[in-house]
């Protein structure tokens, strides 16, 4: 049987090989095991001279990208360690895991980002650094959190240019809504930290009512915004919106 694995990774000599014999074996997914293993990604079709669509790398990041586990689950058990658990939601192409795990390197960071190719790519380039105190999980983050355990082991919660859809009509797919914030209440511990940062203006405001209504968070400022990321962890949406003047607005609650 051809799996996406076999017709994705072709095995191949460390010899040169023909590109026509190569072409044939990424087509039907089988190639003689010898010294080494080549992935496909955005660079190795270029240099094998095998075609790879954008098909097929869609379906790679789909099937490969990281998961949480199935049903209830811990988030102590996801990272190696016993420092402070941390989530990063909505990472992105990943700067801010990279930022925050140099800025805490005691803390366990849990990074979830909905986008399948995004999350795979992070995964990789953790593993090529070996970063032990980061893990990526794709998903939803609704759907992950509603399943994790336990109850107050968080203790910070960082929110990446969420919902970043501008018009009135998109505000039902917004992410950040009480189905979200309850479960982070669940999981947060006594005066753990939720950042918030967006470049949408009446989306910040949204959140900042938002926030006020529940009883599980205390907004840190009189209007409910901060001047800077107090996480020292930048989103590369963030450097990018700061290298280009674009205001940041940033808010930040502890829950109660």
Not at 21 to 39: E, H, M, Q
Not at 158 to 165: E, G, I, N, T, V
Not at 230 to 250: C, I, K, M, Q, T
């Amino acid at each position: 049987m051809v799996t996406l694995s076999s017709t994705i990774r072709i095995l191949i000599d460390s010899s040169p090989v023909h590109l026509d014999v190569c072409s044939l074996t990424y087509a039907i997914g089988t190639f003689p095991v010898k010294n080494r293993r080549a992935r496909f990604d955005h660079a190795a079709p270029h240099r094998y001279g095998a075609r790879v669509s954008d098909s097929d790398l869609r379906r790679l990041y789909r099937e490969e990208a990281p998961r949480a586990p199935e049903g209830r689950f811990s988030l102590e058990e996801l990272v190696e360690g016993s420092g402070p658990i941390e989530l990063d939601i909505g990472f992105g192409r990943g700067l801010s895991l990279f930022e925050r795990a140099a800025a805490s390197p005691e803390s366990r960071i849990i990074g979830i980002e909905v986008k399948t190719k995004l999350a795979y790519k992070a995964q990789e380039r953790l593993q090529k650094r070996g970063l032990q105190n980061v893990v990526v999980l794709c998903g939803d983050a609704r759907e992950i959190l509603k399943r994790a355990e336990p109850g107050g082991s968080v203790r910070r919660v960082a929110l990446h240019f969420p919902d970043p859809w501008w018009k009135k009509r998109h505000d039902k797919r917004r992410v950040i809504g009480e189905a979200l914030l309850t479960e982070l209440a669940r999981l947060m511990d006594s005066g753990g930290q939720l950042f918030i940062q967006t470049d949408v203006e009446h989306r910040a405001e949204q959140y900042v009512a938002q926030l006020r209504e529940m009883a599980a968070f205390t907004l840190l400022s009189d209007d409910g915004y901060v001047a800077a990321n107090p996480f020292e962890a930048r989103s590369n949406r963030e450097r990018r919106a700061l290298e280009d003047g674009l205001p940041v607005w940033r808010i930040l609650a502890t829950r109660s």
